[in-house]
């Protein structure tokens, strides 16, 4: 499985697929994997209460997958999927409220941390 956090408002999508706005600026939509989605919520999210996680079933998505370094960062450090095209509904399979802790920062939701 693999994750993309969005505001409560972006889903369930008002058209057929959803489609982030990093898709028409960057030609993919930025998703996470269980260890790493912390990551980006931190750098771009802090303290934002409206989050949620689309937990996402690779083998259902319509668009093409790929694991790609980020733009910036250690070349070692963590991949992160990314998928180039609209995200098709069916291939998200829950989702789940994201909300900071108490200080701001994000960890992964307890609900998902023994999968």
Known sequence: M????CGRAEWPPQGDDYRAESLEVEGFVHCSDFGT???????LFSGRTDLVLLVIDPARLDAELKWERPLVGPPEGPWFPHVYGPINPD???EVIDFPPGPDGTFTLPAVLANR
Request: proline share 7%.
């Open 2 to 5: 693999i994750l993309h956090m």
């Open 37 to 43: 989605v912390h990551l980006p919520a931190n750098a």
């Open 91 to 93: 291939a998200v399979v």
